[in-house]
């Protein structure tokens, strides 16, 4: 099962923003969408979820995504984005179970696993607004794992679409949140993330798309693009790979699991 993008054209106003992206995301890995700023990995994002109107085919387990409802949408992928601001005084509880489709009890069950999965256990009381960037961070991300708690179903994979998911955490906490998106894989579901972090990149994504200018560079496995050429060209400075700096201080995570 996969989530195929062929031939996507997506233009805000008169400006074209991507010109003819294809990528494909297989369950049972992580796809990672890099890139510079302004290359168009959000707006991909935001089409390969349905929520931009684009040019070309998306095919979500071989479902055509144009023919699907937003109801079918919400119960075959979650989408966390870059931000989300609430204007209300919801509990972190309350934000979780926005994700939640009516269950019952198991609902009630499953915000205190989808908490503790972030490392958020015990803030189910806590106001949304009083907790810090990262931990309103997780919470979302906690909702995002409540809509599609089941990476795999008897119809097929879930996905998991993440907008840099890791960009306001410590190092602790981004590991968690890629070992808990390594683990949705694993589990069998789909997970495609557009991410910053080349080396957290590195460690946990099977598959890379690299983007410049609305259009892929290229893709495939971590080892195929990120080569000094690729990113050199992508990000416009010289890049190495494998190679650290005679000066300074580098501190790295080394171990994805």
């Not at 959000?42 to 998306?58: D, Q, V």
Request: with cysteine; net charge neutral; aromatic share 4%.
């Amino acid at each position: 099962m996969s989530l195929i993008a062929a031939d996507i054209h997506v233009s805000l106003g008169r400006k074209p923003i991507l010109h003819g992206v294809s990528i494909t995301a297989r369950a049972g890995e992580i796809t990672a969408i890099v890139g510079p700023n302004g290359s168009g990995k959000t707006t991909l994002l935001r089409s390969l979820t349905g929520e931009l109107p684009c040019r070309g085919r998306i095919t979500l387990n071989g479902q055509d995504m144009a023919r699907m409802t937003p109801e079918e949408l919400a119960r075959r992928r979650g989408v966390l984005p870059q931000a989300a601001a609430l204007s209300f005084p919801f509990t972190v509880a309350e934000v979780v179970r926005i994700g939640i489709e009516a269950r019952g009890e198991h609902a009630d069950a499953l915000v205190p696993r989808a908490l503790a999965a972030v490392d958020l256990a015990g803030f189910s009381g806590r106001l949304y607004q009083e907790l810090s960037g990262g931990e309103q961070q997780r919470v979302q991300l906690a909702r995002v794992l409540a809509q599609v708690w089941q990476p795999l179903e008897a119809d097929g994979p879930r996905w998991l679409m993440l907008d840099e998911p890791v960009s306001s955490l410590d190092i602790a906490h981004q590991l968690t949140v890629m070992r808990l998106a390594a683990g949705y894989a694993q589990a069998g579901g789909g997970v495609v993330a557009v991410m910053h972090d080349l080396n957290l990149t590195a460690l946990f994504a099977q598959k890379l798309v690299l983007m410049k200018g609305g259009r892929v560079l290229c893709q495939g496995r971590p080892e195929e693009v990120l080569t000094d050429e690729a990113l050199s060209h992508a990000y416009g400075c010289s890049l190495r790979v494998n190679a650290v700096p005679e000066a300074g201080v580098w501190v790295l995570p080394h171990a994805a699991a």
